[in-house]
Structures are given as structure tokens and as C-alpha cells.
């Protein structure tokens, strides 16, 4: 049994696997082609953070591909009141099939795929969001072809999506640029033992998206960390992604959020909804992704 709690769990000959079999099932829905391998298949959501993206595009897929859903919140579970996540793990995963959850420490979640009996994803956690990354290096391939020997340009807070980007990195052969203020930067744990070739850091946003093919960023207070919100509209003023560093990134590079943006903050309106911004697509693409993803992890690597 395999679990999908951060990016690097997946190998590379996986990952070609993930992108192909994406390609094909976005194909099928596009067309109208019903595609069911997992009838009487049920995913159980759990959700200790908002979301909107997450929610629709794992349900939506589950239910595409033949199984159902059930979702449950923080507030509405036993969870809320103190319940175990081993507990909890032991109790739900022999009543459904594959498990996807939403929480603040990474360890939470590794507790619960600890005691789990199925295949667990990883929906966000405060180090990590693999499904997202997922999604952005297929749209990225969809447009320009392999990501292998591109630069991607992180610029704004050292979060779990730049932290999954740079397990990506090295596992699909491109260079990340990081630029983040000092103290939201990358801890110095994550960036040791990552070659040059995959890893650059910068304390100008401009100098990290010189050249680069990918342009990308976040909110500048991750949810769990709206305690510090005054402190990092301080700190972030002079990162946001505005035409002036797009124009340094090369002329066909594209920009991307995994949202929800905000403009005027970490980036500027004319670039998220300007001809580069890709949003849209990447946001769709997550529920490509994981439609692949959930075949892979119940089925194994299916080629029909
Ligand atoms: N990008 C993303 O995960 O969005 P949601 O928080 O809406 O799920
Ligand atoms: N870094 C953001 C991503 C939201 C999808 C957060 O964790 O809130």
C-alpha cells in the first residue's frame, strides 16, 4: 500500500506514470467518455482547514471515476472534540477505500497514515501541498513540454508549496529560484544537501526571476499563521509578482498561483489575470491529477 503524503514519495518513473495517465483521463472528460475503475469505491475527506479547490476537484473526481465521497470537517467530527487521529484512522479506514486530509502539522498527518489500512493523500499541511504541485508541473508540461532543465521562480513566503516545489526539483531535474524575505526563508534544513543545479537563493525577487520559465507565488499568511498577518504585510512589501519582474523572466514564461490570489498583495492584478497567468488551468488540473493519483494509488499503474 502506498500513501501520498509528500511529493518525494513518488519516484520519477511514477511521476511519468501520474503526468500520462493525466493526459489520458482529462482527454476522456473532455470528450464525454465515461472512464468508472472505481465503482463502490468511497474517499473520505477530512478537513481541519478551508478549501475550495480541494474539496470540489477530489470530490468531483471520485465521483467521475465510479466511487463517492464523504466529507468531514474539524468542527463536525469527534476529532473536534479531542478524538485520537490514531483513533480516528483506525476507526474510518475500514469503512472506506482511500483517505484525503487537510491539517496543520505534517505529523498529524503522518500519525494518521501510520494507522491507516488504505492509501492516504496528502490534501495540505503546514510543510506541504504535493496534490497542488502535481497539478501546476502538469499544466506547466501541457503549454512548454518537460519541465527537466527549466527555472522556476519562488518568490514570496518559504511555505509548503515552495517547500514541495523543492522536493520536485531535483526528482524532475529543473532549478528553483527562491526569493523570500529574511525570515520567511527557506529553512536552512530543507535547502542543505539540494545541488546547486536544483536550488538557487536570492534576497531580490528580481534577480530570482531573471530568466526563468515559471514564475510563481503564494499568500503571504498561510492559513494557520493569520496571527502573524500584520507582521508579514510588513516584511513581504516589495515581493509582489508585478509586470516589472515578469518582464525580467523570459518572454514566454508563465505565471502561477495556486490560490485563492490576492491582488495587489503578493501579486499584482495585470499579471494573475494577464495573457501569462495560467490559474485557471492549473486549478482544473488538479482534479485531472488526482483522478490519476487515485487510480494509482487503489489500482496500481493501470494502462487501459
Ligand atoms: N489551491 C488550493 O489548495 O485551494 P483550496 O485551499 O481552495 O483547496
Ligand atoms: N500556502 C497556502 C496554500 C493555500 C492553498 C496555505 O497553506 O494557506
Redesign the pocket.
Known amino acids: 500500500m502506498k500513501h501520498f503524503l509528500r511529493f518525494s514519495d513518488l519516484d520519477r518513473a511514477d511521476l511519468e506514470h501520474l503526468f500520462a495517465r493525466t493526459r489520458i483521463l482529462k482527454e476522456r472528460f473532455k470528450n464525454y467518455v465515461a472512464y468508472q475503475p472505481l465503482v463502490d469505491r468511497m474517499l473520505a475527506m477530512v478537513f481541519e482547514k ?6 470540489v476537484s477530489f470530490e468531483a473526481g471520485i465521483y467521475q471515476l465510479g466511487g463517492s465521497s464523504i466529507v468531514l470537517n474539524m468542527g463536525e467530527t469527534q476529532l473536534g472534540r479531542g478524538e485520537p487521529i490514531e483513533d480516528v484512522a483506525r476507526v474510518i479506514t475500514r469503512m472506506v477505500d482511500i483517505v484525503m486530509i487537510r491539517t496543520f502539522e505534517h505529523s498529524n498527518l503522518e500519525r494518521f497514515a501510520a494507522h491507516s489500512r488504505v492509501p492516504v493523500i496528502n490534501g ?1 499541511t503546514n510543510d506541504y ?1 504535493p496534490c ?1 504541485v502535481l497539478g501546476d508541473i502538469h499544466t506547466y508540461q501541457e503549454h512548454r513540454g518537460p519541465i527537466q532543465d527549466k527555472t522556476v521562480a519562488w518568490i514570496g513566503d518559504s511555505n509548503n508549496m515552495c517547500n514541495t516545489w523543492l522536493e520536485a526539483a531535483p526528482l524532475l531535474g529543473f532549478k528553483l529560484n527562491v526569493a523570500s524575505p529574511t525570515g520567511y526563508d527557506l529553512a536552512p534544513a530543507r535547502a542543505s544537501g539540494v545541488a546547486k543545479a536544483h536550488l538557487e537563493m536570492f534576497s531580490n525577487p528580481r534577480d530570482a526571476a531573471k530568466g526563468a520559465d515559471l514564475v510563481t507565488t503564494d499568500v503571504w499568511t498561510s492559513m494557520g499563521f493569520e496571527a502573524e498577518n500584520a507582521a508579514r504585510q510588513a516584511a513581504f512589501a516589495g515581493f509582489m509578482v508585478d509586470g516589472a519582474i515578469m518582464k525580467v523572466a523570459r518572454d514566454d514564461a508563465l505565471f502561477m498561483h ?3 490570489a490576492h491582488r495587489g498583495e503578493e501579486v499584482a492584478a495585470d499579471v494573475v489575470d494577464g495573457p501569462q497567468s495560467v490559474v485557471w488551468e492549473e486549478a482544473e488540473n488538479r482534479l485531472h491529477v488526482q483522478k490519476a493519483l487515485m487510480e494509482y494509488l487503489l489500482l496500481g499503474k493501470v494502462e487501459s
Do not use: I, V
Open positions: 478551508s478549501s475550495t479547490r480541494t474539496r495540505l501541498h497542488q495556486c490560490l485563492p
